[in-house]
Protein backbone atom coordinates (compact mmCIF):
# COMPACT_ATOMS: atom_id res chain seq x y z
CA UNK A 1 0.00 0.00 0.00
CA UNK A 2 1.73 3.24 -1.46
CA UNK A 3 1.12 6.51 1.62
CA UNK A 4 2.38 10.03 1.16
CA UNK A 5 2.04 12.75 4.07
CA UNK A 6 3.42 15.97 3.79
CA UNK A 7 5.05 18.07 6.59
CA UNK A 8 6.36 21.63 7.14
CA UNK A 9 4.87 24.91 8.50
CA UNK A 10 1.53 25.88 8.95
CA UNK A 11 2.18 29.36 8.72
CA UNK A 12 5.15 31.48 6.95
CA UNK A 13 5.87 34.97 6.53
CA UNK A 14 6.01 36.97 3.00
CA UNK A 15 8.88 37.05 1.44
CA UNK A 16 9.97 33.93 3.45
CA UNK A 17 11.12 30.48 2.15
CA UNK A 18 8.45 27.75 2.31
CA UNK A 19 10.14 23.96 2.66
CA UNK A 20 7.60 20.96 2.70
CA UNK A 21 8.58 17.29 2.93
CA UNK A 22 6.82 14.75 1.59
CA UNK A 23 7.41 11.18 3.55
CA UNK A 24 6.18 8.21 1.67
CA UNK A 25 5.92 4.29 1.79
CA UNK A 26 4.92 1.60 -0.27
CA UNK A 27 7.20 2.16 -2.84
CA UNK A 28 11.36 2.95 -3.80
CA UNK A 29 12.33 6.03 -5.84
CA UNK A 30 15.28 4.00 -6.70
CA UNK A 31 12.87 2.21 -8.70
CA UNK A 32 12.79 2.49 -12.69
CA UNK A 33 9.38 5.37 -14.23
CA UNK A 34 8.61 5.90 -10.65
CA UNK A 35 8.49 10.23 -9.57
CA UNK A 36 6.49 11.97 -7.14
CA UNK A 37 4.78 15.36 -7.44
CA UNK A 38 3.68 18.37 -5.49
CA UNK A 39 0.23 20.09 -6.62
CA UNK A 40 -1.18 22.95 -4.33
CA UNK A 41 -4.86 24.21 -3.88
CA UNK A 42 -5.48 27.90 -2.56
CA UNK A 43 -8.92 27.81 -0.73
CA UNK A 44 -11.96 27.57 -2.77
CA UNK A 45 -9.74 27.09 -5.96
CA UNK A 46 -8.32 24.88 -8.22
CA UNK A 47 -5.26 22.76 -8.08
CA UNK A 48 -2.58 23.78 -9.85
CA UNK A 49 0.78 21.71 -10.55
CA UNK A 50 3.86 22.94 -9.00
CA UNK A 51 6.82 20.04 -9.59
CA UNK A 52 8.06 16.74 -10.08
CA UNK A 53 10.86 14.39 -10.01
CA UNK A 54 11.39 11.30 -10.95
CA UNK A 55 13.94 8.14 -9.86
CA UNK A 56 16.25 9.23 -12.79
CA UNK A 57 16.29 12.66 -10.67
CA UNK A 58 14.85 14.21 -13.98
CA UNK A 59 13.10 17.45 -12.75
CA UNK A 60 10.22 19.84 -14.22
CA UNK A 61 8.59 22.75 -12.95
CA UNK A 62 5.40 25.10 -13.44
CA UNK A 63 6.82 27.11 -15.93
CA UNK A 64 4.53 29.75 -14.07
CA UNK A 65 6.46 29.27 -10.66
CA UNK A 66 9.87 27.49 -11.72
CA UNK A 67 12.20 30.44 -10.61
CA UNK A 68 10.93 29.85 -7.22
CA UNK A 69 11.20 26.42 -7.09
CA UNK A 70 13.40 23.73 -6.32
CA UNK A 71 12.53 20.11 -5.73
CA UNK A 72 14.93 17.43 -3.99
CA UNK A 73 14.79 13.59 -3.42
CA UNK A 74 16.18 11.97 -0.49
CA UNK A 75 16.14 8.02 -1.36
CA UNK A 76 17.38 6.66 2.21
CA UNK A 77 14.85 8.62 3.91
CA UNK A 78 11.99 8.00 1.67
CA UNK A 79 11.34 11.73 1.00
CA UNK A 80 10.83 14.13 -1.58
CA UNK A 81 11.55 17.91 -0.48
CA UNK A 82 10.10 21.37 -1.93
CA UNK A 83 11.11 24.73 -1.41
CA UNK A 84 9.37 27.78 -2.46
CA UNK A 85 10.95 31.17 -2.36
CA UNK A 86 9.69 34.73 -1.84
CA UNK A 87 5.97 33.78 -0.35
CA UNK A 88 3.59 35.53 -0.51
CA UNK A 89 0.04 35.89 0.67
CA UNK A 90 -1.72 34.19 -2.73
CA UNK A 91 0.32 31.25 -2.22
CA UNK A 92 -1.56 30.55 0.58
CA UNK A 93 -3.14 26.92 -0.54
CA UNK A 94 -3.06 23.60 0.79
CA UNK A 95 -0.02 21.50 -0.82
CA UNK A 96 -0.27 18.20 -1.81
CA UNK A 97 2.23 15.70 -2.76
CA UNK A 98 1.41 12.24 -4.69
CA UNK A 99 2.87 9.42 -5.90
CA UNK A 100 3.01 8.72 -10.02
CA UNK A 101 4.91 7.37 -12.76
CA UNK A 102 6.62 8.33 -15.68
CA UNK A 103 4.89 6.79 -19.46
CA UNK A 104 8.48 6.49 -20.46
CA UNK A 105 11.94 8.89 -20.78
CA UNK A 106 13.75 9.52 -23.98
CA UNK A 107 16.21 12.59 -22.16
CA UNK A 108 12.58 14.09 -21.15
CA UNK A 109 10.37 12.00 -18.72
CA UNK A 110 6.74 11.85 -19.72
CA UNK A 111 4.35 11.67 -16.84
CA UNK A 112 1.37 9.61 -16.47
CA UNK A 113 -1.28 10.34 -13.61
CA UNK A 114 -1.20 11.01 -9.91
CA UNK A 115 -2.14 8.29 -7.21
CA UNK A 116 -2.30 8.18 -4.69
CA UNK A 117 -2.65 11.40 -2.95
CA UNK A 118 -1.48 12.68 0.39
CA UNK A 119 -3.71 14.24 3.13
CA UNK A 120 -2.44 17.55 1.98
CA UNK A 121 -1.34 20.47 3.93
CA UNK A 122 -2.49 23.88 4.85
CA UNK A 123 0.16 26.48 4.60
CA UNK A 124 -0.82 30.32 5.40
CA UNK A 125 1.42 33.30 4.38
CA UNK A 126 0.50 35.99 6.80
CA UNK A 127 2.69 38.71 8.45
CA UNK B 1 -1.10 26.09 -26.72
CA UNK B 2 -2.08 24.34 -23.08
CA UNK B 3 -4.87 26.30 -22.90
CA UNK B 4 -8.13 24.53 -21.32
CA UNK B 5 -11.83 24.97 -20.41
CA UNK B 6 -13.92 22.82 -17.90
CA UNK B 7 -17.54 23.80 -17.13
CA UNK B 8 -17.64 25.18 -13.56
CA UNK B 9 -20.73 23.66 -12.47
CA UNK B 10 -23.26 20.36 -13.50
CA UNK B 11 -26.10 19.14 -11.60
CA UNK B 12 -28.04 16.35 -13.23
CA UNK B 13 -31.07 14.13 -11.49
CA UNK B 14 -30.29 11.14 -9.17
CA UNK B 15 -29.86 7.79 -11.43
CA UNK B 16 -29.38 10.25 -14.48
CA UNK B 17 -26.62 9.99 -16.95
CA UNK B 18 -24.42 13.05 -16.73
CA UNK B 19 -21.12 14.04 -18.62
CA UNK B 20 -19.00 16.42 -17.70
CA UNK B 21 -16.12 17.52 -20.49
CA UNK B 22 -12.64 19.30 -20.37
CA UNK B 23 -11.24 20.79 -23.72
CA UNK B 24 -7.95 21.75 -24.70
CA UNK B 25 -5.87 21.72 -27.76
CA UNK B 26 -3.24 19.36 -25.83
CA UNK B 27 -5.86 16.76 -25.76
CA UNK B 28 -5.89 15.57 -29.43
CA UNK B 29 -2.01 14.40 -28.43
CA UNK B 30 -2.69 13.57 -24.98
CA UNK B 31 -5.19 11.18 -22.74
CA UNK B 32 -7.18 13.05 -19.69
CA UNK B 33 -7.40 11.49 -15.90
CA UNK B 34 -9.69 12.77 -14.07
CA UNK B 35 -9.71 13.19 -10.08
CA UNK B 36 -12.38 13.34 -7.38
CA UNK B 37 -12.30 15.55 -4.32
CA UNK B 38 -14.90 15.73 -1.79
CA UNK B 39 -14.88 18.75 0.78
CA UNK B 40 -12.18 18.57 2.96
CA UNK B 41 -10.32 15.46 1.34
CA UNK B 42 -7.71 14.77 -0.97
CA UNK B 43 -8.15 14.20 -4.85
CA UNK B 44 -8.58 10.89 -5.87
CA UNK B 45 -8.12 9.34 -9.52
CA UNK B 46 -11.22 7.79 -11.05
CA UNK B 47 -10.04 7.63 -14.26
CA UNK B 48 -6.87 7.36 -15.86
CA UNK B 49 -5.32 7.47 -19.22
CA UNK B 50 -8.48 8.00 -21.07
CA UNK B 51 -10.39 5.22 -19.68
CA UNK B 52 -9.00 2.93 -17.44
CA UNK B 53 -10.47 2.50 -13.53
CA UNK B 54 -8.74 2.26 -10.77
CA UNK B 55 -9.46 -0.63 -8.69
CA UNK B 56 -12.62 0.23 -6.37
CA UNK B 57 -14.02 2.73 -8.63
CA UNK B 58 -17.26 2.48 -9.54
CA UNK B 59 -18.24 0.80 -13.29
CA UNK B 60 -20.32 3.84 -13.69
CA UNK B 61 -17.29 6.01 -14.32
CA UNK B 62 -16.03 5.93 -17.82
CA UNK B 63 -13.70 8.43 -19.88
CA UNK B 64 -14.00 8.99 -23.64
CA UNK B 65 -12.13 11.27 -25.86
CA UNK B 66 -12.69 12.97 -29.06
CA UNK B 67 -10.66 15.64 -30.64
CA UNK B 68 -9.54 18.08 -28.18
CA UNK B 69 -12.70 17.45 -25.74
CA UNK B 70 -12.49 14.59 -23.28
CA UNK B 71 -15.48 13.25 -21.48
CA UNK B 72 -16.13 11.65 -17.86
CA UNK B 73 -19.41 10.23 -18.15
CA UNK B 74 -21.37 8.88 -14.93
CA UNK B 75 -23.98 6.15 -15.98
CA UNK B 76 -26.20 6.32 -13.51
CA UNK B 77 -25.38 8.90 -11.21
CA UNK B 78 -25.24 8.57 -7.68
CA UNK B 79 -25.36 10.60 -4.62
CA UNK B 80 -22.20 9.95 -3.29
CA UNK B 81 -20.31 11.43 -7.15
CA UNK B 82 -21.36 14.93 -5.74
CA UNK B 83 -17.67 16.30 -5.39
CA UNK B 84 -15.53 18.20 -7.47
CA UNK B 85 -13.83 16.65 -10.48
CA UNK B 86 -10.65 17.42 -11.94
CA UNK B 87 -9.02 16.45 -15.37
CA UNK B 88 -5.55 16.86 -15.73
CA UNK B 89 -2.81 16.09 -18.97
CA UNK B 90 0.32 16.69 -20.32
CA UNK B 91 0.95 20.06 -21.94
CA UNK B 92 2.23 19.99 -25.55
CA UNK B 93 6.26 19.05 -24.31
CA UNK B 94 4.69 16.12 -22.49
CA UNK B 95 6.67 16.46 -19.37
CA UNK B 96 4.20 19.21 -17.45
CA UNK B 97 1.76 18.61 -16.41
CA UNK B 98 -1.95 20.77 -16.60
CA UNK B 99 -5.12 20.82 -14.43
CA UNK B 100 -8.42 21.66 -15.40
CA UNK B 101 -9.96 24.46 -13.28
CA UNK B 102 -12.59 21.81 -11.74
CA UNK B 103 -16.03 21.10 -12.28
CA UNK B 104 -18.43 21.03 -9.50
CA UNK B 105 -21.52 17.78 -10.03
CA UNK B 106 -24.23 18.22 -7.96
CA UNK B 107 -26.42 15.15 -8.08
CA UNK B 108 -29.94 16.18 -7.10
Known amino acids: QITLKESGPTLVKPSQTLTLTCTFSGFSLNNSGVGVGWIRQPPGKALEWLALIYWNDNKRYSPFLRSRLTITKDTSKNQVVLTMTNMDPVDTATYYC???????????????????WGQGTLVTVSS | SSEMTQDPAVSEALGQTVRITCQGDCLRRYYANWDQQKPGQAPVVVIYDKNNRPSGIPDRFSGSSSGNTASLTFTGAQAEDDADYYC???????????FGGGTKLTVL
Open chain 1, 98 to 116: AHTTAAYCDGDCFWNWFDP
Open chain 2, 88 to 98: NFRDSSGNHVI
